[in-house]
């Protein structure tokens, strides 16, 4: 939490230079700041007790002196939950109203409904046993939809099967609990086999994430873990609480109709599933071609590592030549205010010039972090969004000469820095040995990224250009006098550095007080060398008849990665994704011819793209192994287990489409709401061909036994695939903060439960029905 303390009657400074680091508000003024780091899981708690302290040492500040935060973290934290409570609050309403509108039962959709509280407690228990704080990320996700599933199905069943009992005995109605027991027991052991595997599928496709790595596991390990502890207790409350309940809550009187809407729309789909059946090759010519189509448009999608989060406040990077004096490089960061003031979605600036050896990362005072808080963005009235906000300062920045900035946000920048040391979406990481070797291949590399689309706040890393005086010490002069190496060093510290001299007693306290030269002598090597040493004999000697004394520019910082010096040549990049630019800049790069020992990595947020997508390359696999093992217990069947693996292509096309029809890009947010889509595609099909087993179990031919599985199983099918896309379209559709990192995920999940429904429907019971012949057409030949 950065805080200000200002003095309005006297500002005193004097001891901010020292440490490397300077603080100026927006109107200009010199104030000292303060950055309080918050650690531990729950940020918002810290932050608040953070508060109370800032509160209690202000109380005892000297009259005049106000302590005034600039940027509160705990804002955003604020913000973000808000968001996601709308959205869980939001989706909960919609599944419901979802229940009532297909059960037409208040009572069996009220039931349904009492499992997405209890199912939370459940993830909340699991998230305090795992250490898991309430954030975006551990409930951004949750989908009540997905949640209730298992009690959907579970509670169609008997609503179904009372209906049927009704119309066959309609006049027996002696004894109800009897009745009650020889109902539900049998609706309930009829699904619970499907309900159970279908939900530990769902369980077992979050798995894969416990694998992630890195930064992207601590963002979406939390998610599964909520989800897992959350869908686990709602399967334990489907196969007993809701069967339980039911059989004490649901009414027994009179005969359960089925909707005229309900009843026209099933026979419209019967008939077209016959027709379906009628012309297979045409069925599987049309599903391929949409699959394949999907599949293939998938490599065009644009690619980045995650949505930024919209954190409400800017913060801009500036940097400057090393040799700059502390006045100059002041004097340069109050034009930079005073530009950024111009713009009226801006409501506060503050800069901070360098930063102290205690920091995370030192910065010399050529280098400023600028604070940029922006007013609500509703309440703007320019027209701009904050990416035009950002092109529009761009470009009045780079009226500035001398400066390079960069554009990021206060806590992105944090985190960039700790996770990668790059504070840019891309970087070239040149190592090698020579300094001017590097410098000469980064001044190539630039030129390359200049010409590349969608290049923004391009700079090289600054390696040189620190003014520097270097005493070099002739020994034989010294020697001539009578001196040594040691006294002579130990004067030119004294000169420069300082040296303490005495102490000040102030009360209990012991105030050093440093002696050194003043700066316009310090800073200038004709009157460095003029300092005069008194030689053992007496004689007094000039430092220049002792010492060579030059100025010369040298490397301000060397970095190094991996035991080796690296130079960063670093970019953002607007108006197109990361993954398509650093594709064209890798083929442009062939024009940089590396030396002998000398090579580049690539960096920034692609390097975390790049490790995240490696990872899932290996985890979605193992995803659909678990998903094909789980079907293979549940039928013991591989070729009904493999026809079950059909959904996911399916599925894919709806992801696939959504994100074209939203402008989205393809990240570790859509890559994980795939996974999450993988088990609630393949629950349709568990119980659709579930209840085709049984109805052939009973005697039903192959035919019949699709055509009226497929129609009992409608209601059911609908209802789970509706509540899990309705679920998520809050988070789809939201606009509040930490919406931009929930909607990848949200939108590929409807897409795709659109999609594997229809196909679901229509698709899986042709190909049931040709493997299922050709099988038992095979068995005959061989028998």
């Known amino acids: 939490m950065p805080v200000l303390v200002r003095d309005v009657a006297d500002v005193r400074t004097g001891a901010m230079p020292r440490q490397g680091a300077v603080t100026r508000d927006g109107r200009g003024e010199s104030v000292a700041g303060m950055v309080i780091m918050l650690k531990g899981e729950n940020g918002r708690d810290v932050g608040e007790r953070a508060k109370l302290r800032i509160d209690e040492i202000e109380r005892s500040l000297p009259a005049g002196v106000t302590m005034v935060p600039f940027y509160d973290q705990t804002e955003v934290i604020d913000r973000t939950s808000a968001t996601v409570r709308r959205n869980l609050i939001e989706g909960s309403l919609l599944v419901v109203a979802v229940l009532f509108f297909f059960l037409r039962d208040v009572r069996a959709s009220l039931i349904v409904a009492a499992v997405i509280p209890l199912s939370m407690l459940c993830g909340f228990i699991g998230m305090r046993l795992f250490g898991v704080s309430a954030n975006l990320m551990s409930l951004g996700a949750i989908d009540f939809g997905l949640i209730v599933d298992g009690a959907v199905v579970m509670m169609e069943n008997f609503v179904r099967r009372r209906g049927e009992a009704e119309q066959a005995m309609p006049e027996d109605r002696g004894d109800a609990s009897r009745m009650r027991l020889a109902l539900f027991t049998p609706a309930a052991v009829e699904v619970a086999r499907p309900i159970l595997f279908g939900v530990l599928i769902i369980i077992a496709v979050y798995l894969p994430i416990f694998t992630l790595e890195g930064l992207e596991g601590k963002m979406f390990r939390p998610m599964a873990i909520t989800v897992c502890s959350a869908i686990f207790g709602a399967l334990l409350l489907a196969l007993t609480a809701v069967p339980a309940a039911s059989s004490l809550l649901l009414k027994m009187g009179g005969v359960h109709h089925e909707e005229a809407w309900f009843i026209r729309l099933r026979d419209r789909y019967l008939r077209h599933l016959a027709d379906a059946m009628r012309h297979r090759l045409r069925t599987i010519g049309v599903a391929v071609v949409v699959v394949s189509s999907a599949i293939t448009s998938l490599w065009f999608i644009g690619t980045e590592f995650m949505p930024r989060l919209d954190e409400g406040a800017l913060l801009i990077e500036t940097r400057k030549l090393p040799s700059i004096s502390l006045e100059e490089s002041v004097e340069i960061s109050t034009k930079v205010e005073q530009i950024v003031r111009r713009f009226p979605e801006v409501s506060q600036v503050v800069t901070k010039l360098g930063r102290p050896e205690l920091a995370t990362e030192a910065m010399g005072i050529y280098q400023g972090d600028v604070y940029v808080n922006l007013h609500p963005e509703d309440s703007w009235k ?9 092109e529009a300062l761009s470009v009045a920045l780079a009226e500035m000469p001398g400066v390079t900035v960069n554009f990021t946000q206060p806590m992105a920048m944090r985190l960039d820095e700790v996770v990668s040391g790059v504070k840019a979406d891309v970087a070239v990481k040149i190592f090698g040995e020579d300094s001017a070797t590097l410098e000469r291949l980064a001044g190539e590399v630039e030129t390359v990224l200049a010409r590349v689309q969608g290049v923004a706040d391009l700079q090289v890393e600054i390696f040189s250009g620190a003014s520097q005086l270097q005493v070099a010490i002739d020994r034989g002069a010294i020697a001539r006098y009578g001196l040594d190496v040691m006294a002579v060093q130990r004067v030119v510290e004294a000169a420069v550095g300082g040296t303490d001299a005495t102490e000040v007693l102030d009360g209990p306290k012991r105030i050093p007080v440093v002696v050194k030269f003043p700066e316009e002598v310090r800073a200038h090597e004709e009157a460095l060398g003029n300092l005069v040493l008194t030689a053992p004999g007496g004689e007094k000697v000039p430092l220049s008849r002792l010492a060579t004394i030059t100025r010369s520019q040298t490397p301000e910082a060397i970095s190094h990665e991996g035991s ?11 108006g197109r994704d990361i993954g398509s630019f650093v594709a064209e800049a890798q083929q442009r790069m062939d024009v940089v011819k590396m030396p002998a020992g000398y090579y580049v990595r690539w960096g920034g947020q692609f390097e975390n793209q790049s490790r995240a997508m490696a990872r899932l390359a290996l985890v979605i696999p193992l995803s659909l192994a ?10 013991h069947n591989v070729r009904q287990a493999a026809l079950i693996i059909l959904n996911v292509p399916f599925a894919l096309v709806g992801g696939i489409a959504a994100l074209w029809l939203r402008g989205l890009n393809l990240n570790l947010s859509a890559s994980v709401g795939f996974i999450a889509l993988f088990g609630v595609a393949v629950l349709n099909g568990v119980v659709l061909i579930t209840a085709i087993n049984q109805l052939r179990t009973d005697g039903h031919g192959l035919h019949e036994a699709i055509l009226r599985g497929a129609g009992s199983r409608l209601k059911a099918v609908l209802m789970t695939a ?11 559709l939201s606009h509040g903060a930490g919406a931009e990192v929930q909607r990848p995920l949200a939108s590929v999940v409807i897409g ?5 429904t229809l196909l679901t429907l229509i698709v899986l019971p042709v190909v049931y029905e040709m493997i299922e012949e050709a099988f038992h057409a095979t068995a005959r030949r061989r028998g």
């Open 626 to 635: 678990i998903i094909f093992a789980l079907l293979y217990v549940t039928f």
């Open 752 to 756: 795709g439960v659109i999609t594997s």
């Open 382 to 390: 320019t027209g701009r969004d904050k990416d035009g906000l950002i």
């Open 564 to 574: 080796q010096r690296r130079l960063v040549v670093q970019a953002n990049v607007r």
């Open 722 to 732: 509706m509540v899990a896309a309705l679920g998520f379209l809050p988070m789809a």
